[in-house]
């Protein structure tokens, strides 16, 4: 299974970005999907989620209601729409997968991903 993040760029503070991640090698409509992104000199951190289905997403709190995941029309794609960026949101984003996630909160925790993206850089700065 291979993931490929892409989308990132500069943008000002306000401005908007959308990241995608295209899945390929497996039949992606099993996974669950999740957003995660690492800032300069800190760990990384959970960021959204969507259930295999599409039924489900999480956010963290500091991204509800700027930032919505979605499963591409392809099924091969999982999007993060990122709206309202705001300089704290600069970091390199990776887009994972998990095949059999479990637990209260499986999404915000990294062992329960299989699979990872390589990571794409957002820049958000004046």
């Known amino acids: 299974v291979q993931l490929q993040a892409s989308g990132g760029g500069l943008v000002q503070p306000g401005g908007s970005l959308r990241l995608d991640c295209e899945v390929s090698?497996?039949?992606?409509?099993?996974?669950?999907m999740g957003w995660f992104r690492q800032a300069p000199g800190k760990e990384r951190k959970f960021v959204a989620a969507?259930?295999?289905?599409?039924?489900?997403?999480y956010y963290e709190d500091s991204v509800q209601g700027r930032f919505f995941i979605s499963r591409g029309d392809a099924r091969n794609r999982v999007l993060l729409r990122m709206d309202a960026l705001k300089t704290d949101d600069t970091a390199v984003y990776y887009c994972?997968?998990?095949?059999?996630?479990?637990?209260?909160?499986?999404?915000?925790?990294?062992?329960?991903?299989?699979?990872w993206g390589q990571g794409t850089q957002v820049t958000v700065s004046s």
């Open positions: 994972a997968a998990a095949a059999s996630p479990v637990g209260l909160r499986w999404y915000t925790m990294e062992s329960e991903y299989d699979y």
């Open positions: 090698g497996h039949t992606f409509s099993s996974f669950a």
């Open positions: 969507i259930t295999w289905s599409g039924a489900s997403e």
